[in-house]
């Protein structure tokens, strides 16, 4: 409990110290960036921490720890000291503070409610088991154990980490400084991530009603607390639809002899029959795992391949600590950061190096470089749709003023460039080292979304959006292009279709044998069959392309609509965030569009990760926008078509809405634990393994040094003593080493020799291994004697290892083995 308390007052004053950053930084929102300055304090203290580390003027240690946060104090003074004098900027706050205590009870409430709800979750499921936990429960405790950074690999032996890892150093960080252990610090960075998102996403959803209020509207903003709370509930408890399908199938409802409608809507497992006796609640363990594999791809002869199509309601029922999780709160940051810009926060007379207009402040210029240099160091995939997405926002502002023309396109540059460059220097200690398995761009040919799949997916802000749009139009009368949305919307999907087959016939032309084996992949003999079956495949699966032109021209239509404002009105009223509302539904629909025709070159060799990663953006631009739309018709609409969409939007929610607290019961067993409740990742091993729990417990206090132990395959129980202990091992999982270096180079043939090392009766054989790797424990327990046996069934020799090396721990079939 101390660990918690210490952990929640730790993130509570760090957001107190940091507001006066937000409080100067973020001028045009109604908030002042009260609700995302957790989010700032960490990343500027985690930014700060990790650079001076890196640069070798500090140590990751507590000193070092305690140098980063001296640099955020120091900036919060910056903030009280600009402009004016100290006193009355202090004095301006209090006041701010004393007109805002409704706006700031509800967000503290807010938080301590969302982490407190997640802390309960996770003690009754605290485990660090499956999926990748292990690899980022191993992460947190190697940034623990490494005296500076970059930290070293847990699974690879002399060589450092070879991953996006920013948000690793964030909670060891805080780990660190509460004295909290990587185990606990594991699920208590969910539970703040979980309240982080929620404060978050609700001071956003709070500043573009203001924003709307003040231009629109009269009355005061705090009108607009309650409702936005509907914001937080849209992006983490709100689910896709087949939460309710799994109740409709459990029940047997629209089941008979296939075919049925189970088996032509095609959903993994949802297609087999019913377990009986049928009832209302789902019962198999892993049924809530299906919500993330609503899409379904097929190759042309048949075979399924695997999607992923993740939600922050399932991320969390998992309770997996993946970058994309990590990173939510700064991608909210950044959204603040675009809206503030749009709205005029950093207009002034000074530009930046003589390069950008003067639309946006030096300093505010820096902290959008850090917020989104660190969006490639928490989750890579995020920063170029970040940067664009605010660098557009920053263009709307002139378009408001001087009107569409091809001199936006320059707006854009003239911010993108020198923001781009900055934001790479600032992270430049991390790509040094930092190698990837992306390895280009590869066409979608075959396996366009079918609109079933796509409204199991997006139904709920589907419904929501269209309503919101053709409010819009019809309702609220907002200038519109159509025609040229529609030029724009044919023109771009009919070029993303030539582009996909134009890459096709490339590789076709420059590589045969890569060409032959994509094809091969595909299902097709050659480039004209695959021609054939695509073409057949997007004719049949045409309802998802028609709902996404649908939706990517309709924003677009009111963005090539927007005129100059007339000049009387910029003193005297903030802009609409309406344009910046349709920008995040046009940059969501954008990620759900693209991987209909292209993906990234990885190692799954499918469009899988494009789309795990592409619609977890898309879902939380919509969930924003969908909310926002909503509480603005319920306001608007009169009459009958109030009620109408009442009624729509109940519905829409109760469906959505069966997912996330039936999967929370079933993930944490009712809330019950027969081992009692702990927010430990690494307790079970107390339980099931409790003589390695004690030989890892002494790895934690040994001095660093690499660990040699058995070697074994992916999302196994292989790696335990790397992972638990913070200490290298030789190899991990080596599925896992070679996505993340783009190939097993490095690895070299450490498996092998590993093998040889336990197997071998020659000393001097082992003697060479150990001091190839330079070795210093020697793990032996059940795994390893169970995984090193001969054709015989003969178990290692052990006795190599008794005599030459000294027995450090002992205890019951575990010994570790310490080499002079």
């Not at 110290?17 to 109604?30: D, Q, T």
């Not at 649908?550 to 000049?567: D, H, Q």
């Amino acid at each position: 409990m101390t660990s918690i308390i210490l952990w929640y007052l730790t993130i509570t004053l760090l957001g107190l110290l940091s507001f006066p950053i937000a409080h100067r930084m973020f001028p045009a929102l109604a908030d002042r960036g009260y609700a995302l300055s957790r989010a700032l304090g960490l990343l500027l203290w985690g930014f700060f921490f990790w650079l001076l580390t890196s640069l070798g003027i500090s140590n990751n240690n507590s000193a070092g720890i305690l140098l980063g946060l001296a640099f955020v104090l120091g900036l919060a003074i910056w903030a009280l000291s600009g402009g004016r004098q100290f006193i009355n900027n202090f004095l301006e706050l209090g006041n701010w503070f004393k007109k805002n205590l409704k706006l700031i009870f509800a967000i503290e409430i807010l938080f301590l409610l969302a982490f407190s709800f997640m802390a309960l979750v996770r003690s009754a499921n605290p485990e660090s088991l499956g999926t990748e936990k292990p690899m980022e429960l191993a992460f947190i405790n190697a940034i623990l154990r490494s005296p500076t950074f970059p930290p070293h690999d847990p699974w690879l032996s002399g060589y450092a980490i070879s991953y996006y890892y920013f948000g690793y150093v964030m909670a060891a960080m805080l780990a660190k400084f509460t004295a909290t252990s990587g185990g606990m610090a594991f699920n208590l960075m969910l539970a703040s991530l979980f309240a982080f998102n929620a404060v978050g996403v609700f001071g956003v959803g709070y500043d573009l009603l203001s924003a709307y209020s003040q231009r629109h509207t009269s009355g005061s903003p705090r009108r607009n607390i309650l409702p936005s709370f509907l914001f937080p509930t849209f992006l983490l408890i709100v689910s896709n639809f087949e939460g309710f399908l799994e109740v409709l199938h459990r029940r047997g409802l629209f089941w008979s002899e296939p075919p049925n409608f189970w088996t032509w809507l095609d959903i993994l497992d949802l297609k087999e029959a019913p377990i009986q006796p049928l009832e209302w609640i789902p019962q198999t363990w892993y049924w809530w795992w299906r919500a993330s594999r609503v899409i379904t791809d097929y190759t042309l002869s048949g075979n399924h391949v695997e999607v992923i199509d993740e939600f922050p309601a399932f991320s969390y029922v998992l309770g997996d600590l993946h970058p994309h999780v990590l990173a939510m709160p700064f991608v909210l940051l950044v959204v603040a950061l675009a809206l503030n810009v749009f709205l005029g926060g950093w207009s002034g007379e000074t530009n930046i190096f003589g390069l950008i207009k003067p639309r946006i402040h030096p300093a505010g210029f820096i902290l959008a470089a850090i917020a989104l240099g660190g969006m490639a160091f928490l989750n890579t995939w995020d920063f170029p749709i970040l940067m664009a997405l605010f660098c557009s926002a920053y263009v709307l502002t002139f378009v408001l003023s001087e009107g569409w023309s091809w001199s936006r396109l320059w707006d854009f540059l003239e911010l993108a460039i020198p923001l781009g460059i900055l934001s790479i220097l600032l992270y430049l200690p991390f790509y040094v080292g930092f190698q990837s398995q992306a390895g280009g761009i590869l066409p979608n040919l075959v396996n366009p979304s079918r609109g079933a799949h796509l409204w199991v997916m997006f139904g709920p802000f589907f419904i929501l959006l269209f309503a919101f749009l053709l409010h819009q139009w019809r309702g609220a009368k907002t200038p519109a292009r159509w025609r040229t949305a529609w030029w724009i919307t044919i023109a771009g999907v009919l070029g993303l279709f030539l582009f996909s087959w134009l890459l096709a016939i490339v590789i076709n032309v420059v590589s045969p044998d890569t060409a032959a084996r994509f094809l091969n992949d595909q299902g097709a003999a050659g480039i004209r069959e695959a021609f054939n079956g695509a073409l057949t495949r997007r004719e049949l699966y045409l309802g998802g392309l028609v709902t996404l032109m649908l939706l990517l021209a309709s924003p677009l239509a009111f963005l090539s609509g927007l005129k100059p404002e007339p000049r009387q009105e910029k003193p005297s009223s903030v802009p609409s965030p309406l344009p910046l509302v349709f920008l995040l539904i046009l940059f969501g629909t954008l990620l759900v569009v693209l991987p209909e025709f292209v993906y990234l070159k990885d190692g799954f060799l499918s469009r899988m990760n494009t789309v795990f990663k592409f619609y977890y953006q898309a879902w939380l631009m919509w969930s924003l926008a969908a909310a926002f739309g909503t509480i603005i018709l319920l306001r608007e609409l009169r009459g009958m078509w109030r009620w109408v969409f009442a009624v729509v939007f109940i519905i829409t929610l109760a469906l959505a809405l069966f997912y996330t607290p039936l999967a929370f019961l079933t993930k944490t067993n009712n809330f019950t634990s027969s081992q009692g409740f702990t927010l430990d990742a690494s307790a079970h091993l107390n339980n099931s393994s409790p003589q390695d729990a004690a030989a890892i417990d002494w790895l934690k206090t040994a001095p660093l040094g690499t660990v040699v132990e058995a070697v074994g395959g992916q999302y196994s129980e292989y790696a335990r003593a790397a992972t638990y202990s913070g200490q290298a091992n030789v190899l991990g999982w080596p599925g896992h080493e070679g996505q993340w270096r783009g190939g097993g180079a490095e690895m070299g043939s450490r498996e092998a020799d590993i093998q040889n090392l336990y197997m071998t009766n020659s000393w001097n054989e082992a003697k060479s291994i150990l001091e190839q790797y330079n070795i210093k424990y020697v793990y032996v327990g059940d795994l390893e004697r169970n995984k090193y046996k001969d054709d015989q069934g003969r178990s290692m020799n052990e006795d190599k290892f008794k005599q030459h090396l000294q027995v450090a721990f002992n205890q019951g079939s575990v010994t570790i083995y310490v080499v002079p």
